[in-house]
RNA sequence: GGCAUCGUGGCCGAGUGGCUAGGCACAGCUCUGCAAAAGCUUGUACAGCGGUUCGAAUCCGCUCGAUGCCU
């Protein structure tokens, strides 16, 4: 039998998690989230996790599983995802996958290169050669290292070059070797969706809905977690503006306004990391639950059709 | 009514005769273990009209508009 994984994506605030819910209950399935920041179970309400109802009601994965005091990648959630994808599927068929992490919810549906195991010291270091020598001196080191990734990565993103560095350094190979071999087999098909509506809607529900959060209280829940603001889980928006403020940088008017504005950012990076995916069926927000459910259910048939 | 100052791209803001500041926003984009991260690309705009000049956002005049002061 083949199983079939309905895996939603769309930008921020677009309501990712009530269709995920929708269509968890008509096809009686389970939710699996690859939203890397409702991971953690330190943050609620600026994460815009589910609420209690809702997780009562349909059963969720790899929400608030870890800590923000854990280390945590998209390797281990790969790794996890599909074990636990795997577990999942013996019983069932279908299962519904919701995230607004692209990176995150592609390792999972196309998978992700085997790499090495980097310690953590070597980031450390190469984190140094950073903040001392400046970029230029990650640079040279990759071209030494790995011209061939050297010429085709942005020099400019100390991040994308750090990563190719400890892989280098610590596999004493390059970086780039490591990249196109075959992926490990899914053991699922998938329906990519994506949930579309006209930017200024979008827009305007950002806002509302980060009203909303502030009225819920997510000036309490971040000033709790303010003396763990160096975190990387911490470095999240609705978190980082709200430090800046406690700090005194600025006003609580501008946090509010910055928290929207990097919103909004966030959600148009997240429609450029799909706008080119041909796997993606968009349909829009606004669609009524037989509307929405009747072209996804006619693409899970084609594909069982296709496997016979 | 008079005098004075000012009027630069969506916003902020440099620039006092020639070589298209810059920042922010918007928009577009990149992405294989920090990803709600990190990074990249993009605007010849000088209130309007006329004049001086080889050449004006920069000088002169008028008009319009804003602000301040005076009667």
């Keep these: 039998m083949t199983k079939v994984l309905i895996a939603l994506v769309g930008p921020t605030a677009i309501g990712k998690t009530n269709s995920s819910i929708i269509l968890a209950k008509h096809f009686n399935t389970d939710v699996f989230s690859a939203d890397s920041r409702q991971f953690f179970k330190e943050m609620h309400i600026g994460t815009a996790v589910p609420s209690p109802l809702e997780l009562k009601t349909t059963a969720h994965h790899f929400i608030q599983h870890i800590s923000i005091f854990d280390t945590y990648s ?8 599909r074990e636990r994808l795997t577990t999942y599927f013996k019983s069932r068929d279908i299962g519904v996958l919701v995230g607004g992490s692209g990176l995150y919810m592609d390792a999972l549906l196309y998978g992700l290169d085997d790499f090495p195991h980097v310690p953590t010291e070597i980031r450390e270091e190469l984190n140094g050669v950073l903040e001392k020598k400046g970029i230029e001196a990650l640079q040279e080191q990759l071209k030494a290292l790995d011209a061939k990734y050297y010429s085709q990565v942005d020099l400019g993103n100390p991040h994308r070059l750090i990563r190719a560095l400890e892989i280098c350094i610590s596999s004493g190979k390059p970086y780039s070797s490591f ?32 009203d909303q959060m502030l009225e819920n ?46 919103t909004r950012r966030f959600a ?41």
């Design 74 to 81: 998209v390797g281990d959630f790969e790794r996890e995802a």
């Design 179 to 210: 990249l196109g071999s075959k992926k490990k087999a899914r053991d699922f098909k998938f329906v990519l969706v994506g949930l579309h509506a006209e930017r200024a809607i979008i827009y305007d529900r950002i806002n509302k809905r980060v």
């Design 268 to 308: 148009k990076r997240q429609l450029t990391w799909y706008r080119k995916n041909k796997d993606v069926l968009w349909l829009d927000h606004n669609l009524t639950k037989g509307e929405f459910i009747d072209p996804i259910e006619g693409r899970i048939k084609n594909l069982l059709h296709a496997k016979k």
């Design 217 to 262: 209280g997510l000036l309490e829940e971040a000033r709790a977690l303010y003396p763990h603001r160096h975190l990387n889980a911490l470095n999240t928006v609705g978190y980082k503006e709200l430090f800046n403020h406690f700090e005194g940088k600025i006003s609580l008017e501008i946090a509010i306004e910055e928290i929207k504005k990097n």
